[in-house]
Nanobody, 117 residues
Framework: QVQLVESGGGLVQAGGSLRLSCAAS????????MGWYRQAPGKERELVAA???????YYADSVKGRFTISRDNAKNTLYLQMNSLKPEDTAMYYC???????????WGQGTQVTVSS
């Protein structure tokens, strides 16, 4: 059974940084694509960043240059380093796993990120 557990969310002032982590279990982590989605109240869920098994990456335009996605296959862990945070980054952030970028089968329960102005 695949489990994805996010951590690292919290409250931060605008301009600050957070690092999200996603611990994966129950699958062969290294062969899967991983991603971070976010959903703010009243808005659609959006793909923020993704990384393939060969470490190709994707970023939404809104986070390019500020967020960095990475993976540690030895620790079965996905990361999202978020710098220069803005109030519009406030959302629930979800970790996902699947066979390819944009094609995800499993989801974590989310971690809340709140950026105050």
């Amino acid at each position: 059974q695949v489990q994805l557990v996010e951590s690292g969310g919290g409250l931060v002032q605008a301009g600050g940084s957070l690092r999200l982590s996603c611990a994966a279990s129950g699958s062969i982590f290294s062969i899967n694509a991983m991603g971070w989605y976010r959903q703010a109240p009243g808005k659609e869920r959006e793909l923020v960043a993704a990384i393939s098994r060969i470490r190709s990456t994707y970023y939404a335009d809104s986070v390019k240059g500020r967020f960095t996605i990475s993976r540690d296959n030895a620790k079965n862990t996905l990361y999202l380093q978020m710098n220069s945070l803005k109030p519009e980054d406030t959302a629930m952030y979800y970790c996902t796993q699947g066979p390819a970028i944009g094609n995800y089968d499993y989801w974590g329960q989310g971690t809340q990120v709140t950026v105050s102005s």
